[in-house]
Nanobody, 114 residues
Framework: VQLQASGGGLVQPGGSLRLSCAAS????????MGWYRQAPGKQRELVAGRTLGGSTNYVDSVKGRFTISRDNAKNTVYLEMNSLQPEDTAVYYC?????????WGKGTQVTVSS
């Protein structure tokens, strides 16, 4: 199983970005897909997750600004990020739980700065 993330970049405060992560090597449905982030000097934290059935959870700091969605047919998860703030600056990692194992994609940098 491989996870390929894309969509990071530099954006001004108040701006938007959309991250995508496509999983390959999948035979069965992926149980949970999500996004984590790690800022310099901080621990990696869960940003948002979405189950196969559509249940979602978000870290409090992004509620109302970020939206996670999935295209189960394409084994792809998206993170729509709006009203970005400098504190959202981090490396964002795609995550999948598949057949009881956890998989990580390579991170994509998101920088929010004027």
């Amino acid at each position: 199983v491989q996870l390929q993330a894309s969509g990071g970049g530099l954006v001004q405060p108040g701006g938007s970005l959309r991250l995508s992560c496509a999983a390959s090597g999948i035979v069965f449905s992926i149980d949970i897909m999500g996004w984590y982030r790690q800022a310099p000097g901080k621990q990696r934290e869960l940003v948002a997750g979405r189950t196969l059935g559509g249940s979602t959870n978000y870290v409090d700091s992004v509620k109302g600004r970020f939206t996670i969605s999935r295209d189960n047919a394409k084994n792809t998860v998206y993170l729509e990020m709006n009203s970005l703030q400098p504190e959202d600056t981090a490396v964002y990692y795609c995550n999948a739980i598949y057949l009881g194992k956890t998989y990580w994609g390579k991170g994509t940098q998101v920088t929010v700065s004027s």
